[in-house]
Structures are given as structure tokens and as C-alpha cells.
């Protein structure tokens, strides 16, 4: 099989775990290593090499960075040594894989470094749509995107005119949540951590209301002014005070839905929540979900969300850093809410 | 009409709440006043008077002992320097209401008191069945009863061969979810705070293992000795440090009804409950419930438990504190763990 010009092999740089995480990650956490790939799949094989294009930071990378940890199934941890990897949009470049050929796009789990070799599996998509933004498929129409759609329609069980409230509103799962519910004809707050994203969530995407929780002295006083009658929906992104003050405003019969708790994954130990009996008077449903479970929603999702997309009636907006030599700081600025919007790593153009 | 005994008032004992407590309750919280009632409805009213057989204690009366809090919508606070009230078995003495008779024994919401003049509600219930003590109504086939059956089926969706753990297992809802449970061909552990309530637990209501949880140094480590493979579900009746152990044993997909947190009650501040974010690894259903939401399935629920009460398939053990007088200290003695089994107090005989 052809390989691109020609050339059988190609450096390949790679961002590298280098020891389990305690605490916030920093950039030296992540080490670079430059090696060489073998462009062309090995006579046999049903491996397919793919050159990265797009990589997506996720909060849920930092569980992977700590310690193995077996309560948290979903999160197996990186091996220190080895390159980190995650959702990505990639080009194939070489296939012994009967359903793949060059030229192929896709998105799914790649590692973070210019070129994966890898076995497809149920989870890597070919991308069909190219008329919307190749990025999207790290987040709008990848990972986050259905995140957003499988924890709104499957989880929080919405109804027209509802109160719905969505923490780190601004970020990759959240922008959508927010005019997915608007859609829906539902009342929306968000909360994010800086004005500019405030600004964001108010003027761009849709928000009823919105405020930026590091200048609320007090955040059950900060829902209280936003939801009169209280919460109907929460969708769960950040965890930790925000959900204790959540607890104290959700009305009867409200729905948590249990997404992330980015406030917590670089906390040794995870803040207490106290208000938990809260969930008995108020009769509310609290569940967790992982977007793995519903990717066989996924083409049922993009038949729903790219005409939005196409009329302009949902946006999104990407906070996109230059070059892999660039994710460690974009992956970890993350965790300090420096992205604004959807945080991806642009490595190659196609 | 008749009243007992032709007299037409009586003098009426009553148990009043002095102040808001604060804390654990004590029984000087707790004062007695004699007063006087007419036994005889007024002519045009629609009220009934009952004289009070059996009153339940339950733990939820704590709440309602405390300062009021908005947030507990449930739990309106008792008035102080009023009877507290709570459920009972008692008998209609006299009767301005259509659908009720002299000799009528019913349950429902009384007084803590001898005698009470209530206006009927859909939450008083007329007792047909009198071939079973007539105590089982203030738990057994009362608002307990109905609280596990409700939990169990409405909020655990139990399937046969799943594992089930119970806290607070020998008390008066407990009891009744483990026997549930193990008709539904489930794995059934309990825990308890005495080694005679594990023994009631593992002997005389068929649980699979129970664990005495003051004698347990790691809460987690009991929990794995006694569910190798983890928890679908977990009958949460008392919160805090085991909720937080159960939270790092659930199985994927595992339930949580959150029926109460009885060890939270008397505490002037709530524990931190930590390990949260399992919901998300494990997809966990956390979902409070309130059991007057399903008091439209009560008669279904008795025809169902009834038979197994006469075959001697479901049993139930009451602690009973003998006359009024010995009512606070065994509402009191609740938050102590001293009850074995459910926990009520006979006031009178027919």
C-alpha cells in the first residue's frame, strides 16, 4: 500500500507521562520524546496508521494522570513512561483494515503524538460531514457533543419550561447542554469562572443568566437570585461547593445529572458534600453517566445537531493551541479554567 | 351520637415539644401537659375524635424537631409549646364524617396524645385486616412498610441474584427491604449498631451476612468482606461514613434509594460525604424518595405482604414502650440505637 510521499517512516514526537500525578499537573509532568514510525501497516495486520490532526484536552485526563485507582473503573490510568492519549481527529494514512482506507478521517481515542498506530475499535468514527469544522469532532461532534446530548435527553429527563442550571457552562460539554435545553424551551443558567466567559454564555450561546462563581461570596445566594422557585435540572460538571449549594435550591422531583467534578480531580482528598439528605426532601434523581454507554446514539445525534449547526441555531466556540509542543500547557491550563470554550491541540494541518 | 362510656369529655395526656432542639434530643426536650377533650364531635363538623392505641417513633421526627428549614420541604418543623404529632393506629370514638364510624380502627397522622380530633385525610387509612397485630400498622403495614416496599421495588429496581445492602437493617424499615429482598432471590447484608441486631438480622429475618458497623475499625474493608464482586443496590437509611464506604463499593450500574440519613439528624453540622464522584465511574442512580408520594399504592402493597405475613414468611420485630408517659425517652432512645426492631409505643388498649 501507498504511503504519503513515499517515505516509509517518519519522526513521530510524543508527549509522555512521566510519573503519576499528585495534586494540579504541571507542564513538566509531560515530557516530549521524539521517535520514529513506521508509516506503513505490516502485511497482515488489520492496524491502521493515522496522522493526528486534532487532539482534545478533557478534564477526565487528569484522573488518568494519578494513580491507578480501582474504584474508578472508567478511568484506567496512563503508564508512566509511555505516551498519553485521548479523543482526537486524525487522518488515515495507511490500512490493512478492510472498513478503513487512506484518506480516510476519523475521531476517536489516538495518542498525543503526530502519528497513532492503532486497531480500530466500535469507538473510532469515520468522519462523514465535512462541511462543518474538522475540529468540531473533538468535541462538539465527538466526545463532549454527545456527552452533552446523552446526559440532557437520556439523564435529565427535560421537559419544556423547566429550570435548568449548568456549571462550568462555558466549557466543552457545557456550551452545549445550555442550548440544548434552550431548545427545549427551558429556562437556563450557567456558571463559568471568568467574566469574559459570562459575557460568553449570556451573549453568545443563549443563557438566561449566568455568573462567574469566583465572584459569588456565596453560591446557594447566587442561585437563589438566578431560580426563584429553584432547580429543576443540574447538569453536574464541577462538583464540591458548587453541588452543595445546588442541593440546598434543587425543587421536587429535581434531576442531577453527574457528569464531571473537575473541581475535584486535582484535590488529594475530595471535598466533603453536605447536603446530601437534601436529595431525600426534595425526592431528586442523582445519576452519573459516561458517554461510552451511549455511543450507539451517536449517528442518531449528528442527524439531530448538524442542521442546527448548519442553520447557525447552535455554535460553539474552541480555544484551540498551535502544535503538540503546546498540549501540555493547553491540558493543564484546563485545570485552572484558562481555556475558554472547548480546549483542543491543533498538530497538523491535513 | 355515642360516646365510651357516655362521658363526654376526658382528660387528654399530651406529649409537647418545649423548644427547637438543637443536637440530640433529650427528654426534657419533651414535656408532658394534661388537658381536657371533648369526645363529641360537633353537630355540622366533619371531624373525628380517636382515642390513640399505638404511636410510632420515627426517625424523621428529628428533623421536625428542629428550627424550620426551608430547604426540608418535607419536614415541616412541630411548633413549640404544641403536641408533636406523627403516625398512629387509633379508634374512631365518634364521627361527624360520612365515611366514618364509632369502632373504626384506622392510621394515620395523630397527635401525640390520647385522644385526637383529626379532619380525615387521604393519608388515614381504615384497617381491614385485624387477623395480624393490630401495633403492625404503625410500621409493619404502616408508613415503614410502605416506605421499604416502595424504596425497594419503586426506586432499587431490584433484579434476582443482584446484591442488596441495607444499613440500619434491624430497624423498622430495614427489616422489612432485607426480607424483600431475599423473596426476590437476592444476596441480602444488613448492617447494625449491636450484636443482637446482627443476630436478628442473620437469624430470625434471613439475611446472608450482617456486620455490627461500632465494631468495624474500616467501614470499606467490611463492606469487601462481604461483597466480593460490589453492590447493586444500597438502601441508604443512615448517610455519612457509610454512605461514603458504600459509595467506593458499588457495581457498575448500581442503585442507591436514599431513604434516610438517620445519623445525621442530631448533628448541628452535616458530614462531608467524599467519594461522590464514584456516581460517575460507576454510573450510580442516587434517588431520594419520600414514601407519602406512593400511598396510592398502599392496598396493593397490603395485598401483596399480607400473605406472607400469614404464611409466616415475613416477620417483624417491635420494640414496644409501654403508656405515654415512656414515649420520649423511647422516641429519644431511637437516636441512640437502644430500639430492637421497630420502634412504638402502646397508649391504650381497645
Known amino acids: 500500500m501507498a504511503t504519503t510521499g513515499g517515505e516509509a517512516t517518519a519522526t513521530n514526537k510524543q508527549v509522555i507521562l512521566r510519573d503519576y500525578v499528585t495534586g494540579f499537573p504541571k507542564e513538566s509532568d509531560l515530557i516530549f520524546n521524539d521517535t520514529t514510525v513506521d508509516l506503513r501497516v505490516p502485511a497482515g495486520s488489520k492496524k491502521i496508521v493515522v496522522k493526528n490532526l486534532f487532539l482534545s484536552c478533557d478534564p477526565y485526563m487528569r484522573i488518568r494522570m494519578g494513580k491507578p485507582d480501582p474504584t474508578a473503573a472508567l478511568a484506567q490510568a496512563y503508564n508512566p513512561g509511555e505516551p498519553i492519549y485521548g479523543f482526537g481527529v486524525s487522518e488515515v494514512i495507511d490500512s490493512g483494515h478492510p472498513d478503513y482506507e487512506k484518506g480516510d478521517l476519523i475521531w476517536g481515542i489516538v495518542g498525543w503524538e503526530e502519528y497513532s498506530v492503532i486497531t480500530p475499535n466500535p469507538s473510532h468514527f469515520k468522519i462523514q460531514h465535512t462541511d462543518v469544522p474538522l475540529s468540531y469532532y473533538t468535541g462538539l461532534l465527538g466526545m463532549a457533543g454527545m456527552t452533552a446530548y446523552a446526559g440532557f435527553y437520556e439523564i435529565c429527563s427535560p421537559k419544556k419550561g423547566e429550570t435548568v442550571f449548568v456549571s462550568a457552562a462555558s466549557g466543552a460539554v457545557g456550551q452545549l447542554v445550555g442550548q440544548l435545553a434552550k431548545i427545549m424551551g427551558c429556562y437556563v443558567v450557567g456558571s463559568a469562572g471568568s467574566n469574559e466567559k459570562v459575557d460568553l454564555l449570556k451573549n453568545k450561546f443563549g443563557f438566561d443568566e449566568a455568573f462567574n462563581y469566583k465572584e459569588e461570596q456565596d453560591l446557594n445566594a447566587a442561585l437563589k437570585r438566578c431560580f426563584r422557585e429553584g432547580i429543576d435540572i ?100 484546563l485545570f485552572h479554567g484558562k481555556n475558554v470554550g472547548k480546549q483542543l491541540i491543533a498538530v497538523a494541518r491535513e
Open 234 to 333: 443540574y447538569f453536574e460538571n464541577v462538583g464540591g461547593k458548587m453541588l452543595d449549594a445546588v442541593l440546598l435550591n434543587m425543587k421536587l422531583q429535581g434531576r442531577i445529572a453527574v457528569c464531571g467534578m473537575i473541581s475535584q480531580y486535582n484535590l488529594e482528598e475530595q471535598e466533603g458534600v453536605h447536603n446530601l439528605a437534601t436529595v431525600i426532601y426534595k425526592r431528586v434523581r442523582m445519576q452519573g453517566f459516561v458517554v461510552s454507554d451511549y455511543f450507539d446514539k451517536y449517528f442518531k445525534f449528528l442527524d439531530f445537531v448538524i442542521p442546527y449547526i448548519r442553520e447557525g441555531k447552535i455554535t460553539y466556540v474552541e480555544d484551540v493551541a498551535q502544535g503538540l509542543e503546546n498540549g501540555p500547557s493547553a491540558l493543564i491550563g
